[in-house]
């Protein structure tokens, strides 16, 4: 599911900002052109217990409720980086709102930006619900005969 959130959300920025900005999911790529995004995984291990990043909690049956957090990574080009940073921020939470997954769609939520030295770090948290297995049925088919005696 995680992979493909991410592909959702690489999808989304590519729609939304096109080849001007290259979506990576690898950090390490050697030649990266600014302006760019970097789309990873929030570190399972921050944030409290109430705003895992990483949830797979069952509901009913083989029903999960699962949410995966997300960082998307912008550095700019321009020597404005708190303008040029503004300006994706403000487009960021329109275009992230709502991504393809898996032939539907999935709500962003939690969205928040924030500035780190020359770059914007944008955190989303998507959640889903998957149905993991096949639903079993629990009783099986059942026959009655019955017989009126009239008194």
Same mark, same amino acid.
């Given at each position: 599911m995680i992979n493909e959130v991410i592909s959702g959300v690489c999808g989304a920025l590519s729609e939304e900002f096109g080849d001007a900005f290259p979506v990576y999911? %690898?950090?390490? !790529?050697?030649?990266?052109?600014k302006p760019c995004f970097f789309v990873a995984c929030k570190n399972p291990k921050s944030g409290s217990v109430k705003d895992r990043y990483f949830i797979s909690r069952? $509901? $009913?049956?083989n029903r999960y $409720?699962? /949410?995966?957090? $997300?960082? !998307?990574?912008?550095?700019?080009?321009?020597? &404005?980086? /708190?303008?040029?940073?503004g300006e994706v921020l403000d487009r960021l939470f329109l275009c992230l709102e709502y991504i393809p997954?898996?032939?539907g769609t999935l709500r962003g939520r939690g969205m928040q930006g %924030?500035?780190?030295? &020359?770059m914007l770090n944008f955190f989303v948290n998507y959640d889903a619900f998957v149905y993991l297995g096949e639903e079993k049925d629990v009783m099986e088919k059942i026959? !009655?005969?019955? %017989?009126?005696?009239? /008194?």
């Open positions: 999911t %690898e950090k390490a !790529v050697q030649g990266a052109v069952q $509901l $009913l049956g $409720l699962k /949410r995966v957090g $997300l960082c !998307v990574e912008f550095f700019p080009a321009a020597d &404005d980086v /708190r303008g040029e940073c997954f898996m032939g %924030e500035y780190a030295e &020359d026959t !009655v005969e019955e %017989e009126f005696i009239w /008194r």
